[in-house]
């Protein structure tokens, strides 16, 4: 079963190992080097951070990987969002469907916004592919985009819009997970 809550301090080292990780940075746009002082600033700062949300993925009452809700915009109803399994115990395909169909409810209904985003490194086809079994759509592909070790990448971009997710949610089964936040009220 997944659940989603906020980190907790203690979980920082850990974090920060995860984010080093060949096999989880070869996904993102950077290869920090990172120091647990660095860390501790950042989870300071995400305390009174309105535009950014960071849930601990836990699979079977375990913390397996990192969820970020990320500029989030009140005015214009977006957001932006990714995420990473660290973990050697991961979760099903069905489970992380179920992850994201979730999301898109916290975000919609819980956030109150209209719109969810994510950016993709062209190359990861079985992400881009699980995001539109979800009901997300490709909106375009920026040519070049980012620069990582000595090569050029393209990058993906995809979302999907409240009234879109309404009319198709209907279709999937999933169960609800329990998402605890403690920025739900956040204005």
Not at 136 to 160: L, P
Request: charge should be negative.
């Amino acid at each position: 079963m997944i659940s989603l809550r906020p980190i907790l301090e203690e979980e920082l080292d850990m974090i920060m190992h995860w984010r080093m990780q060949p096999n989880i940075t070869k996904f993102m746009y950077t290869d920090p080097v990172l120091t647990l002082e660095q860390q501790r600033e950042w989870y300071e700062k995400s305390k009174h951070d309105t535009k950014n949300i960071h849930f601990i993925i836990q699979y079977n009452q375990k913390a397996v990987g990192v969820l970020n809700i990320t500029d989030i915009d009140r005015t214009h109803q977006r957001c932006e969002w990714g995420y990473y399994i660290a973990s050697k115990e991961k979760p099903t395909l069905k489970e992380i469907l179920s992850l994201e169909w979730n999301l898109y409810d916290y975000v919609f209904y819980t956030l109150g916004l209209n719109k969810i985003c994510g950016e993709i490194f062209a190359f990861n086809k079985a992400v881009i592919r699980m995001h539109q079994m979800c009901g997300s759509v490709i909106e375009g592909t920026r040519k070049k985009h980012i620069y990582k070790n000595g090569e050029y990448y393209d990058v993906v971009e995809m979302g999907i819009c409240k009234e879109d997710w309404e009319q198709m949610r209907h279709r999937f089964q999933y169960e609800k997970i329990i998402i605890q936040s403690s920025t739900e009220s956040n204005p």
